[in-house]
């Protein structure tokens, strides 16, 4: 393949392919899209905002939050690119410089998550592990803290892979066969037959998928260990309850993401990454909210305050 190299950042172009090969579908699939987009924004906002008016706020509800927040900005990066190339017939354009940016975006929101992700397991093993410390432990000050690191650790793993992936020398063809600047198809575009650019995308991952599994497979075989010496069934059984819900995201989280990004350049698929892409761009985001709206007490309990005095004030 032919190099290309007198094209600047400031003039060079990239084309999102997106889902051109599927010209029968393609208003089926916006309207799909656009449906589970404005469903997704609305269970996040209700999330966000139902913590927000909460007086009284836990540590996992000042989480949730943040998931909530993270979730938001996930799928405005990615979504309305995806619905405009839906709606072009020969794909969407997109910068040098846009579309770095939204690969800077999307992986920093994606490793802030993994990083809020470790955080939640750590809030779950103090409350089960050392639950008489759990209020001294778990302060707001100390809350704030940790989400503050995690979104400080996103961006900054992530402007150093953005960085190290757009140096490379991208060939004539700048077509990626995808709906946004996705990693692995934009790496699939380089000019070199090495296994070295995949390096910061390793690195990456170890920072931000391996590292983080590791913390949260710890956090919960101390969490088991507890759990064997408690004697009352039910109480076992009510403890581990306050965990299905982060053990479920974080399952559909790391599940999607190591898939993707964990294996060789050479097992690089564009329809199969694809359809891989809908899933944790667009399904994982949806489920995230009706996952804690009805596995989460504090949730439920804030939502059905607000629906009450909502349907007082229509009376």
């Given at each position: 393949?032919?190099?290309?190299?007198?094209?600047?950042?400031?003039?060079?172009?990239?084309?999102?392919?997106?889902?051109?090969?599927?010209?029968?579908?393609?208003?089926?699939?916006?309207?799909?899209?656009?449906?589970?987009?404005?469903?997704?924004?609305?269970?996040?906002?209700?999330?966000?905002?139902?913590?927000?008016?909460?007086?009284?706020?836990?540590?996992?509800?000042?989480?949730?939050?943040?998931?909530?927040?993270?979730?938001?900005?996930?799928?405005?990066?990615?979504?309305?690119?995806?619905?405009?190339?839906?709606?072009?017939?020969?794909?969407?354009?997109?910068?040098?410089?846009?579309?770095?940016?939204?690969?800077?975006?999307?992986?920093?929101?994606?490793?802030?998550?993994?990083?809020?992700?470790?955080?939640?397991?750590?809030?779950?093993?103090?409350?089960?592990?050392?639950?008489?410390?759990?209020?001294?432990?778990?302060?707001?000050?100390?809350?704030?803290?940790?989400?503050?690191?995690?979104?400080?650790?996103?961006?900054?793993?992530?402007?150093?892979?953005?960085?190290?992936?757009?140096?490379?020398?991208?060939?004539?063809?700048?077509?990626?066969?995808?709906?946004?600047?996705d990693v692995p198809a934009v790496l699939h575009l380089a000019c070199t037959?090495?296994?070295?650019?995949?390096?910061?995308?390793?690195?990456?991952?170890?920072?931000?998928?391996?590292?983080?599994?590791?913390?949260?497979?710890?956090?919960?075989?101390?969490?088991?260990?507890?759990?064997?010496?408690?004697?009352?069934?039910?109480?076992?059984?009510?403890?581990?309850?306050?965990?299905?819900?982060?053990?479920?995201?974080?399952?559909?989280?790391?599940?999607?993401?190591?898939?993707?990004?964990?294996?060789?350049?050479?097992?690089?698929?564009?329809?199969?990454?694809?359809?891989?892409?809908?899933?944790?761009?667009?399904?994982?985001?949806?489920?995230?909210?009706?996952?804690?709206?009805?596995?989460?007490?504090?949730?439920?309990?804030?939502?059905?305050?607000?629906?009450?005095?909502?349907?007082?004030?229509?009376?």
């Amino acid at each position: 393949m032919e190099r290309d190299n007198k094209s600047t950042g400031a003039t060079m172009e990239f084309l999102l392919l997106g889902f051109s090969e599927l010209l029968c579908l393609r208003v089926l699939l916006f309207l799909i899209f656009l449906i589970i987009h404005l469903v997704t924004l609305a269970g996040n906002v209700m999330i966000f905002m139902a913590v927000v008016m909460e007086p009284s706020r836990p540590p996992m509800l000042f989480f949730l939050c943040q998931l909530s927040v993270i979730e938001l900005c996930y799928t405005l990066v990615i979504v309305p690119k995806a619905l405009f190339s839906l709606i072009v017939v020969d794909g969407s354009t997109i910068s040098f410089i846009g579309c770095a940016a939204q690969m800077h975006l999307f992986v920093a929101l994606g490793g802030a998550e993994c990083f809020l992700l470790v955080a939640m397991s750590y809030d779950r093993y103090v409350a089960i592990c050392q639950p008489l410390h759990y209020i001294a432990v778990m302060s707001e000050e100390f809350c704030l803290r940790l989400a503050v690191a995690c979104c400080l650790g996103g961006f900054a793993v992530a402007l150093g892979l953005t960085v190290a992936v757009f140096r490379l020398p991208f060939c004539q063809s700048r077509h990626i066969n995808h709906f946004f600047c996705d990693v692995p198809a934009v790496l699939h575009l380089a000019c070199t037959q090495s296994y070295t650019p995949e390096l910061p995308l390793l690195a990456a991952c170890v920072l931000l998928l391996l590292l983080p599994f590791l913390l949260i497979l710890t956090s919960y075989v101390c969490i088991a260990a507890a759990l064997l010496h408690v004697t009352s069934s039910v109480g076992r059984c009510k403890a581990f309850s306050t965990c299905i819900s982060h053990l479920a995201i974080t399952s559909l989280h790391y599940g999607c993401a190591t898939f993707m990004y964990i294996r060789p350049k050479t097992s690089y698929s564009p329809d199969r990454d694809k359809m891989v892409s809908l899933v944790y761009t667009n399904i994982t985001p949806l489920l995230y909210p009706l996952i804690y709206s009805l596995r989460n007490k504090e949730i439920r309990g804030v939502l059905r305050k607000i629906y009450l005095s909502f349907y007082r004030e229509m009376l």
